[in-house]
Each structure stands twice: as structure tokens, then as C-alpha cells.
């Protein structure tokens, strides 16, 4: 199976840059998405990295290592309608998204 | 509007009754999916459908079918709920792309809940 981790939740205040990080372990590897989800809404497709590197899109950023199975999602200048859980998502070698629990971002005033 | 619509929003359901739950998309996309999210587990992926006219089992099929008779629709059948089938679900849908990005979008959910 596949196997996904990412903390659980996180609070950061108003301004502030916060990281999160996923580690994953598939069968196969097709890419790895960010998504978002507000509380009782549907996720919301965030960013997407195949190969090593940042990728930025502006005040998100997300970071592959395919080599370290590792992946992060930085939040800068965070906004209280920032303040949601972040899901990541590896597509295996079946082109099949397999999702980690996510993670609930608090922002604080 | 284009995207995906979900029908109903939320359904309280007596045990060993039969529910479906529909999906429809105006984006002309080959691939849909079925997730249903539970609190700690994440999205897990039901059924998908690659193309009009073929079907396959995800993660967690069983208790689940699928038909997609059309590329717009793709409706999720529960013969016989039982109470763990309790749950959010998602219904999403992609170009089918074995190339690009091919991100996946979804449809508002549907809370079930089997009693």
C-alpha cells in the first residue's frame, strides 16, 4: 500500500510563514499535489511537482525531493482565510492519487 | 457554470437500505473517481472510471458499485448500507491524461450518514 505522513495540525499567526511537510513512501511515482479543503467544502487543487525543486505561485510554494520521498508546503504572510487543512497527494506508478490525512492549519490574529 | 455537482448534499439513511449517490460533470473530462473521507484517514479512493463504458475498484471498494454509461455521469450505488459506510463523499473528475499535471477537481461531497 501506499503510505503518506504529514503532522496533523499546525498554528501560526497572522503574518507568519508556516511549513508543511509531507513524507511518502508509493508504489511508483507520478507527481505529488497540494491541495486545499476549508471546513465543509471540497478540496481545492493548490500546486504540483513532478521533478525536484520549487515550485512557487505566490505566496505558496511547494518543494519536491523524489530522492528523499519529501515534499513540503510553505505558507507565506498567512491570512486567516488561510486557515484550512492541507492535503497532499502522490500519483502512483497506476496514475492513481493516494492522499495523506492532511494537515489542519489554525492562523491566529 | 462548468465543475462538478453532487446530489444530495446529505442523506441519513436506515441500515440495509439502497442509496445512490450521483454525480454529474460538464467539463467533458474521460476520468472520474468516488473518495470517501473519514476524520484521520484522509480521502480514499473508491471507484474510478478511466473512460465512458469502463469501470475499476480503488482502495476501498467493497459494499460499492459504479456504472459510467456517459461521459457526464458517474453514479455510486450502495446495495445494502451499513453503518460504516458513514462518511463524506467526493466525487471527482480529470482529463485522463497519462502526461501533464491531469489534476483532479471535486464536486461539493455528500454526507452520509447510515444509521
Known amino acids: 500500500g501506499q503510505n503518506i505522513d504529514q503532522p496533523t495540525e499546525m498554528t501560526a499567526t497572522e503574518g507568519a510563514i508556516v511549513q508543511i511537510n509531507c513524507t511518502y513512501q508509493t508504489s511508483g511515482f507520478n507527481g505529488l499535489f497540494w491541495y486545499q479543503q476549508h471546513a465543509g467544502e471540497a478540496p481545492t487543487f493548490l500546486s504540483y511537482n513532478v521533478l525536484d525543486g520549487l515550485e512557487e505561485k505566490g505566496r505558496f510554494s511547494s518543494f519536491l525531493s523524489r530522492s528523499k520521498g519529501y515534499s513540503y508546503l510553505l505558507l507565506k504572510e498567512l491570512q486567516m482565510k488561510d486557515s484550512a487543512s492541507y492535503l497532499c497527494a502522490v500519483r502512483d506508478g497506476d496514475y492513481k492519487l493516494s492522499f495523506g490525512a492532511g494537515t489542519t492549519v489554525t492562523v491566529r490574529a | 457554470i462548468a465543475g462538478i455537482t453532487q446530489a444530495p448534499t446529505s442523506q441519513i439513511l436506515a441500515a440495509g437500505r439502497r442509496m445512490t449517490l450521483r454525480c454529474t460533470q460538464d467539463?467533458?473530462?474521460?476520468?472520474m473517481y468516488w473518495y470517501r473521507q473519514d476524520l484521520g484517514l484522509g480521502l480514499r479512493l473508491i471507484h474510478y472510471s478511466n473512460t465512458a463504458g469502463t469501470t475499476g475498484k480503488g482502495e476501498v471498494p467493497d459494499g460499492y458499485s459504479v456504472s459510467r454509461a456517459n461521459t457526464d455521469d458517474f453514479p455510486l450505488t450502495l446495495a445494502s448500507a451499513v453503518p460504516s459506510q458513514t462518511s463524506v463523499y467526493f466525487c471527482?473528475?480529470?482529463?485522463?491524461?497519462?502526461?501533464?499535471?491531469?489534476?483532479?477537481?471535486f464536486g461539493p461531497g455528500t454526507r452520509l450518514t447510515v444509521l
Open positions: 471527482a473528475s480529470s482529463d485522463g491524461a497519462t502526461s501533464g499535471t491531469d489534476t483532479q477537481y
Open positions: 467539463m467533458r473530462h474521460n476520468a
